[in-house]
């Protein structure tokens, strides 16, 4: 991330904004002169209000066990117990909170989920009425290449749509599938269908208003399986594709290459992210928590 402007926030701690193009604004804005693992109530609630501005927060140079990160995780709010993993483990290293998301297999066992490939574009577990607000990700073991990972902001996609394209968009509602993880593989105990008007899933509007900054995004999930409520599959597509294309362009995005010790914290409302594939004889092993949702995401 690019130096612009610090802005000293509390004793030493900095934010520093990720340069965008004029009039192209990108999520994120690095954290500097903060150890997570002594923060005070002030230096919280500048985080905090730097979270909510910049959506995606970067802390590099971290030193965290597993209860650090839980215990910075729970400023936040309450935690989400980890998701089973993909082989059916459920908790690894005996925290619930704590996901490993790795493809690094020990003793013919996976640690952790989602493997090397390519994680499409996602917000996580929009499938659920009320979706986590934040999730984080720290980083323990980075490859020496691949395995980025991207961020798009919802805030700039929302306001940067055309006018006709907008009001298409206005008033209706996605149905978010809940038939695939982020890594493509099928939810424990799904049967995937190809309909997703049959699949699990959620409906949320498109266009949500955020509860704590009050600006107005784009809300998509994920693309696979979506479907807009109340169209043929086809105009479902053809309209979810347009907003899609439109959406993810470079202009609205991040993307993160890791060092051993980031911390990166997203708010999960309103930004989407995916992963770049790495090579898999090369290791990735990343701790994740998550910060339980308050509420329904709101037109
Ligand atoms: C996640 C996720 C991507 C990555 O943890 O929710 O999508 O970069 N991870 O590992
Ligand atoms: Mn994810």
Redesign the pocket.
């Known amino acids: 991330m690019s130096s612009q402007k610090a802005q000293l926030i509390d004793g030493s701690v900095a934010v520093v904004p990720r340069r965008g193009a004029p009039g192209a604004p990108r999520p994120g804005a690095e954290i500097t002169g903060v150890d997570l693992r002594a923060i005070d109530d002030a230096a919280f609630a500048a985080i905090h209000r730097a979270w909510i501005d910049h959506q995606v927060l970067l802390f590099r140079d971290q030193h965290l066990t597993d209860h650090d990160l839980i215990a910075f995780s729970r400023r936040f709010g309450d935690l989400d117990h980890a998701p089973i993993q993909e082989n059916g483990q459920s908790i690894a290293n005996g925290m619930p909170e704590i ?1 490993v ?1 790795s493809n690094v297999i020990e003793n013919g066992v996976a640690i952790g ?2 493997g090397h490939g390519e ?1 499409v574009w ?1 917000t ?1 577990m929009s499938y659920l009425s009320a979706p986590p607000k934040a ?1 984080m ?1 720290y980083a323990l073991e980075v490859p020496p290449a691949g ?3 991207s961020f798009v902001d919802m805030y700039a996609a929302f306001e940067a749509l055309p006018d006709a394209l907008r009001r298409r968009a206005m008033g209706l509602r996605v149905k978010h599938d809940g038939t695939y993880n ?2 493509g593989y099928v939810r424990l105990g799904v049967t995937p269908t190809d309909d997703p008007r049959e699949a699990p899933g959620t409906l949320h509007p498109l266009i949500c208003t955020h509860p704590e900054s009050g600006r107005r995004m784009l809300y998509l999930g994920r693309r696979k399986m979506a479907w807009l409520e109340g169209f043929g599959l086809a105009e479902s597509d053809a309209l979810l594709d347009e907003i899609w294309s439109f959406a993810t362009q470079k202009k609205f995005v991040w993307t993160h290459q ?1 060092r051993v010790g980031d911390l990166v914290l997203w708010d999960n409302r309103c930004t989407m ?4 594939p790495f090579d898999a004889n090369t290791r ?1 092993v ?1 701790h ?1 928590t ?1 910060v339980k949702g308050s509420a329904p995401p709101m037109a």
Do not use: E, I
């Open positions: 996901y998301v989920s989602l994680a996602h996580d999730s990700l395995g980025d990972t982020s890594g890791w992210h995916r992963r770049d990735r990343m994740r998550q």
